[in-house]
């Protein structure tokens, strides 16, 4: 099969490599209709990710038809067509049982490496390193999916393969996002970075009861979707100072609550940008938290930052003493993504939200090179690539 290949910082190559199997009675694998090149799989592209091997297969929004299930398989079956999480879930373990997907205790076959490096591991993962596994991702033709009870959700009415992908990653990330703001009627929420994740939590956080939602980001197109389709107020930070404006915008107290979706690859200007470059570029810093301070500093007493960008390592200069004096919240983690498959499915289905809208580039798999360079550069207003396999 065809299938989207790592090969360092900035190679990823189109090859003919073996067609996955079942290799346990579990599994399931599913041709690939439809995948998508994600915020995160840039992080890999630009070599921020550890655990990558030559040949590793890319990918964790994928979707498309189960043609082989294993003996113990019985949710699902041959024919089915199905959208799959990112997260590989058991289902069976404390953190599974309990709603935390992401932690699951039993999907991760390389987990000593983590636990020597965050004392613990949460699950594996589609297309995202041997850290998390190394299982091969999404963005080929086929696809091995472990544990095919636990995970994918079937689709059974007439919606398109656009407006049912992104129920893999992005959609539930920008909700659960939202939701980790424990959103009061009322409430301000600022949304840093309009990539795909921080449109769906602008829309969530409309969902879940936010009054006025402030997205911050400096790509035109970007500000552009968040206002027209996600009806936020926006601020291009890099033509003002971004905490006096949103000091300015919510008298005086500061937004309910600061949601950092950009994460470890922070864009910005001045001194401690520079400075992180530095560090980052030195191995002194692995991730620049420059979201991560604003949105700390920004927030309202009492207030909640939730992350959902991606942080892998160790960050500098996190200005703890203002989280603490000001007594906020601090949420973050993996999408529990299995937990909110059905929820917003059903939102999609009732037609309150179509989340093909962030959608720019309609491609093929053999252009995944080309897409992914245009998607790093942000070129021809690039918010997000889908591809299909053939
Ligand atoms: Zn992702
Ligand atoms: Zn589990």
């Not at 346990?24 to 840039?42: E, M, R, Y």
């Not at 959208?83 to 373990?93: A, D, L, R």
């Not at 864009?267 to 991730?287: C, F, P, S, V, W």
Request: charged share 20%; net charge negative; proline share 6%.
């Amino acid at each position: 099969m065809k299938a989207a290949c790592w090969y360092g910082n900035g190679d990823i190559r189109v090859e003919t490599v073996r067609d996955p199997t079942i290799i346990d009675p579990h599994d399931a694998v599913v041709k690939i209709s439809l995948t998508a090149i994600c915020g995160s799989d840039l992080h890999i592209y630009n070599g921020y990710i550890p655990g990558m091997e030559p040949g590793d297969i890319l990918g964790h929004e994928f979707m498309g038809e189960i043609v082989e299930v294993g003996a113990k398989v019985e949710r699902v079956k041959k024919g089915d067509r199905v959208v799959v999480p990112f997260t590989i879930c058991c289902g069976k373990c404390f953190f599974c049982k309990t709603q935390q997907w992401s932690l699951c205790d039993n999907t991760n076959p390389n987990a000593p490496v983590l636990q020597k490096m965050y004392g613990a591991t949460g699950s594996g993962l589609f297309g995202y390193s041997h850290l998390y596994g190394g299982y091969a991702g999404g963005q080929a033709e086929y696809a091995r999916v472990p544990f095919a009870d636990v995970g994918p959700i079937v689709i059974e009415n007439g919606l398109s393969d656009e407006q049912v992908l992104f129920l893999s990653d992005i959609f539930p990330t920008g909700y659960m996002a939202a939701e980790n703001c424990n959103i009061q009627p009322g409430d301000v929420v600022a949304v840093w970075g309009c990539g795909p994740v921080g449109q769906f939590a602008i829309r969530s956080a409309y969902m879940l009861g936010a009054e006025r939602v402030i997205a911050i980001d400096h790509i035109p197109e970007r500000l552009r979707m968040a206002k027209n389709i996600g009806k936020a107020d926006v601020i291009d930070y890099s033509s003002t100072d971004i905490l006096a404006e949103l000091n300015d915008m919510t008298g005086g107290r500061g937004p309910d609550s600061c949601i950092d979706a950009v994460g470890m690859e922070a864009h910005g200007n001045g001194i401690q940008h520079a400075y992180d470059r530095t560090k980052q570029a030195l191995m002194m810093e692995t991730d620049r938290p420059g979201v991560l301070r604003k949105a700390i500093m920004a927030c309202r007493k009492g207030g909640t930052v939730s992350i959902p960008g991606v942080y892998g390592g160790f960050i500098d200069k996190v200005p703890m003493g203002a989280a603490f004096a000001k007594g906020l919240t601090l949420k973050m983690g993996q999408t529990h993504t299995p937990k909110y498959l059905r929820p917003l499915l059903d939102r999609v289905q009732s037609g309150e939200i179509d989340p093909s809208f962030v959608i720019s580039h309609r491609t093929t798999l053999d252009e995944a090179p080309a897409a992914y360079e245009i998607f790093n550069r942000r070129e021809n207003g690039c918010t997000k690539v889908v591809m299909r396999p053939s």
